[in-house]
């Protein structure tokens, strides 16, 4: 059973459309989390939601909107898509509290044509 | 602001030939040092979690230390297998907020 599962795995499409990523986790856990992976392999944090909660919001475009409808589902609505917003992106999930590890999904990649 | 940098960027190791990767940081309240594994294709898969100076967590032909500046990931006899890039990440506020390195790629050759 996959813990962290992304749909698409691959998404292509053309500048200016709207696209949607979906996350679900099957851990139990509290939090959930947005990461994009850009083309040098840095990951950085986007969002995250704590029970439906958003609880970090870094400074990411507001064509980027993070949506949990419950615990177990976090997912990602990207309007009026742009060439740099080109990466993977990966979801994760963990257990409210200190230091709690973060499990990650195998990544969305994006490609803007 | 917090940091985290890892070296080297990339190790070629021949099998069998030990090695360390580096993971210095800058953080105010430390809530956690977190390794990763990254296959090509796939999510960081997580390795360990250190809390504290001094702390030392092992697994298989892995084992990750602790101080107040930095952490070693120490790889002993390394087997192709064992190929990928390797993450650490800082955590520095309760609610997960993760910072990660670039990453240290490792390539072990038989």
């Known amino acids: 059973d996959t813990a962290v599962s992304q749909t698409p795995k691959y998404l292509v499409t053309q500048m200016g459309n709207d696209k949607s990523i979906k996350c679900e986790q099957n851990l139990g856990h509290d939090t959930m989390y947005w990461y994009k992976q850009d083309s040098k392999k840095f990951l950085k944090i986007m969002f995250s939601y704590n029970n439906k909660e958003l609880i970090i919001n870094e400074t990411v475009p507001n064509r980027f909107s993070p949506k949990s409808p419950d615990k177990a589902h976090l997912n990602l609505h990207i309007n009026s898509l742009e060439l740099g917003d080109s990466a993977v992106y990966f979801c994760?999930?963990?257990?409210?509290?200190?230091?709690?590890?973060?499990?990650f999904g195998d990544g969305t990649r994006l490609s803007i044509l | 602001e917090d940091q985290v940098t890892q070296s080297p960027e990339a190790l070629r190791l021949q099998e069998g030939e030990s090695s360390s990767l580096n993971c210095s940081y800058t953080?105010?309240?430390?809530?956690?040092l977190f390794w990763y594994r990254q296959d090509p294709g796939k999510g960081p898969e997580f390795l360990f979690t250190l809390y504290s100076a001094g702390e030392e967590k092992e697994k298989e032909r892995l084992k990750a230390t602790l101080t107040k500046k930095e952490s070693f990931l120490h790889i002993t006899a390394p087997k192709p297998e064992d190929s990928a890039t390797y993450l650490c990440a800082v955590g520095a506020d309760s609610w997960g907020k993760l910072q990660f390195g670039a990453g240290t790629q490792v390539v072990v050759t038989p």
């Open positions: 994760a999930s963990s257990r409210q509290g200190l230091g709690q590890p973060q499990h």
């Open positions: 953080v105010s309240g430390l809530r956690g």
